[in-house]
């Protein structure tokens, strides 16, 4: 904002500069004017000087040997020059000798006038000595007149003319300075009142977002409420029963009785239930460990059809709309539980009976379109799962994947449902979409891209991996001998007793440094059994160090974590990854595969 | 410029007084004529050799009967010509060789007019006569009586003849040589 209001300033200046011109050019055409009228004084003075001179050296005989006749001669030959009104000669003593008048000009005195040369009256009064080898002899005067002054006007008058015409133009071009002035004065005051609106809508936009933080921070606080609550209810309702349960055995094996099974069983079925939901959890997360393959989604609806129309009952029609045939990408079983699900909301939503649709398509977008206005243009595969149920509110509809949020009696929906497979279509990257009216039926839609890479060709499933892990049974020789890394110490008891049990010789460390130190020692370790998240050094890094050194050796990594991927190196080596919770069964079934592999390499 | 004329001189020849009637003062006529005589020198050009120095004097000789006396010694006294000064010598004959520019040969009876100015012809002066008649006895200059007036006369061959340069001024001032021209 410096400059321009230096450039206004600047402007404002102009004014004064056009007044100082304009004076300026008057005084330079005074002073024109006046040098003019003095050269051309000077110029007469010098032109009738010269006239003199000449009359007085061709006078000079005449005059000093007294003939009058040849002097009046001389003079009265100056009557030539127009210019010249009046001549005469004087003697040596100032005496008038001869004189020549022209008309009724001014005579010249009788005495030699001593103050000329002069201008006046527009006349020119000129005197000239007349020398004859060095001597005065006497004076020779001219009496001209001038430039008559209406001529000199004239000539001044252009010179006038031409600083009046330059003093307009200056004139002109002040007074349009002012009038620019004043324009950017008021450009200025607009500025100025635009810059402070802009201000103003900057704070308000700040106040907006100050308010739309708060809004989403409260927000955020409802959902994790929401989220830790359900968990918390969840989990105290199935910890009741593990505690209790426990509780009962212990007291009945206080009592010396064998009759125990059933506590077990139960306490044992709530925690499965409280590992399905910490599951569901993860799903929304969108961090289960999932395994994509190619899926053609009209086949496995195909496929599911006896359990789908199992699971919603007699009293509803399932029609199935197969159109879509491009792969997609998505994790089999998972996307066999997102149908199912849907289908069982479906039904809920019918007590009274009705008709489940569901429908598959491809589906060319090719721009972006409602209801999927973030989906890049591109192939997809539509799947979309219709009732002519009860129908959603626009509010529950909104809810409607928040976890934990149900519109079911307590105690017969988690509220996680609808939020699991959000999370899961999000995470096989597609879109997801609810479409509902309250008593005018539910439409679920969800893109999945289409899927072109290797495999969608080979129409056959590739064959699930936990098939070989499930049929191998064999057991390994025993006495392997197995490095249990987990800093939990609850967790290494269980595993150390598990692995125990199967008969493996095992090495207990709870963290990386001294776990290093066991890999770097010259004990044989046929498994390395080890969590990912440890103190000193991690389980990848163990990994690493102790295959390097021991190219024998396998390793069995545990996470809680599942974003820890397993690196692409250490797949490449054949390790394998389990998350937890994880069965103890699985764990052994794992080990006992790998140590396996170690004794036959030639099974993959 | 220096030279202050004589109150005198200046009278009688400047003052606006009508000219001399024709039963002339021959005093005046003769006073005009003295201040005549050194007045020809601005007009005249003498040889380069004429003068030694550029201070040299211009010597103003009276040949034979002197007509004018102390007057003609008061009309020269202080005058100079440029930066020369006027000196005046008084000759009863004129004499080849005599150093004199200017010489007024008044004729004596030991030497007339005519037989003085054959003496120096040949020789760069200027030679004066007053009035004469005959041709033979005029010099180069030869004062004559015109309308009451002292005027003269010019033989600028006899000028030349002598290796005299005569101003061209002076020329259209003479009578005769006005005539001729």
């Known amino acids: ?604 | 410029m220096r030279a202050a004329v004589p109150v005198l001189i200046a009278v009688f020849l400047f003052a606006r007084a009508p000219p001399p009637a024709s039963a002339q003062d021959t005093a005046l006529e003769f006073a005009v004529k003295a201040t005549y005589l050194y007045k020809f020198a601005p007009f005249v050009e003498w040889p380069p050799q004429t003068f030694r120095s550029a201070t040299d004097a211009i010597t103003l000789c009276v040949v034979g009967d002197d007509p004018f006396g102390a007057m003609l010694d008061q009309a020269v006294a202080g005058q100079h010509v440029g930066d020369r000064p006027i000196a005046l010598r008084r000759m009863p004959m004129a004499v080849r060789g005599a150093s004199c520019q200017i010489m007024f040969i008044a004729g004596s009876r030991a030497q007339p007019v005519a037989d003085a100015l054959a003496a120096v012809r040949g020789t760069p002066v200027l030679t004066v006569t007053d009035r004469s008649p005959e041709s033979r006895a005029k010099g180069i200059v030869n004062f004559v009586i015109q309308d009451n007036r002292v005027r003269f006369e010019i033989d600028n061959q006899a000028a030349a003849q002598d290796r005299l340069v005569i101003s061209s001024k002076l020329l259209s001032l003479a009578v005769l040589g006005r005539a001729n021209e």
């Open chain 1, 1 to 604: 904002m410096k400059e321009p209001a230096t450039f206004i300033k600047l402007w404002r200046l102009g004014p004064p500069i056009a007044l100082a011109t304009v004076v300026f050019l008057i005084v330079a055409g005074a002073a024109m004017i006046f040098y003019n009228e003095q050269a051309y004084r000077q110029q007469k003075l010098d032109e009738v000087g010269v006239q003199a001179r000449i009359l007085s050296s061709t006078v000079s005989a005449a005059l000093v040997f007294d003939d009058r006749p040849a002097a009046q001669e001389y003079v009265n030959a100056m009557a030539a020059n127009f210019e010249v009104r009046a001549a005469a000669i004087y003697d040596q003593n100032g005496a008038l000798f001869v004189d020549y008048v022209r008309g009724n000009a001014e005579m010249p005195p009788a005495q030699l006038p001593p103050d000329a040369p002069r201008i006046e009256n527009g006349r020119l009064v000129v005197t000239a000595p007349v020398i004859e080898g060095q001597s005065a002899l006497g004076t020779v005067y001219l009496q001209t007149i001038t430039e008559p002054f209406a001529r000199r006007l004239e000539r001044y008058g252009i010179i006038g003319l031409l600083v009046f015409m330059a003093s307009l133009i200056v004139a002109v071009l002040g007074a349009a300075q002012v009038a620019l002035g004043r324009v950017n004065q008021e450009l200025e005051s607009r500025a100025a009142a635009l810059a402070d609106a802009n201000r103003q809508l900057q704070r308000q936009i700040q106040e907006r977002e100050l308010v739309q933080e708060a809004l989403r921070q409260s927000q955020k606080m409802e959902a994790i409420g929401q989220l830790s609550g359900g968990i918390a209810h969840d989990f105290n309702n199935l910890l009741t029963i593990v505690m209790g349960n426990l509780q009962l055995l212990q007291k009945r094996l206080a009592e010396g009785r064998t009759d125990v099974a059933q506590y077990v069983e139960f306490a044992m079925d709530g925690l499965n239930r409280a590992a399905n939901v910490t599951q569901r959890i993860l799903a929304f997360s969108r961090r289960q460990p999932l395994a994509p393959n190619p899926v053609k989604l009209s086949r496995l609806t195909t496929e599911m059809g006896d359990l789908l129309r199992q699971s919603v009952g007699a009293g509803i029609a399932v029609e199935t709309r197969l159109a879509a045939d491009w792969w997609t990408l998505c994790d089999e079983n998972q996307m066999e539980n997102v149908i199912l699900n849907l289908a069982i909301n479906s039904r809920d939503a019918m007590p009274e009976g009705g008709k489940l649709v569901i429908e598959t398509a491809d589906l060319h977008l090719a721009r972006p379109e409602a209801p999927f206005a973030d989906a890049p243009p591109g192939d997809y595969v539509r799947l979309s799962v219709i009732d002519n149920g009860a129908g959603m509110s626009e509010e529950v509809r909104r809810r409607a994947i928040d976890p934990f949020f149900t519109t079911k009696p307590q105690g017969q929906g988690t509220g996680l449902g609808l939020s699991m497979i959000f999370g899961f279509i999000q995470q096989s990257k597609g879109y997801f979409h609810i479409d509902s009216k309250l008593g005018e039926g539910t439409r679920v839609i969800m893109l999945l891209p289409r899927y072109q890479g290797d495999g969608a060709v080979d129409d056959a499933a590739a064959p699930a991996p936990a098939a070989s892990v499930a049929r191998s049974q064999d057991r390994p020789a025993k006495k392997s001998t197995v490095l249990v890394v987990e800093d939990e110490e609850l967790v290494r008891t269980l595993v150390v007793e598990t692995i125990r049990d199967e008969g493996f010789t095992v090495i207990e460390r709870a963290d990386g440094t001294s776990a290093l130190d066991v890999l770097n020692s010259e004990v044989e370790i046929d498994l390395l059994l080890s969590d990912v998240r440890l103190p000193g050094a991690n389980g990848y890094k163990l990994a690493e160090i102790g295959m390097a050194r021991r190219p024998q050796m396998k390793v069995l990594l545990m996470t809680g974590f599942t974003q820890d991927p397993i690196p692409e190196n250490l797949a490449r080596a054949g390790i394998i990854m389990l998350y937890k919770p994880y069965k103890l069964g699985d764990l052994v079934v794992y080990a006992n595969q790998l140590l396996k592999a170690k004794r036959d390499p030639a099974t993959p």
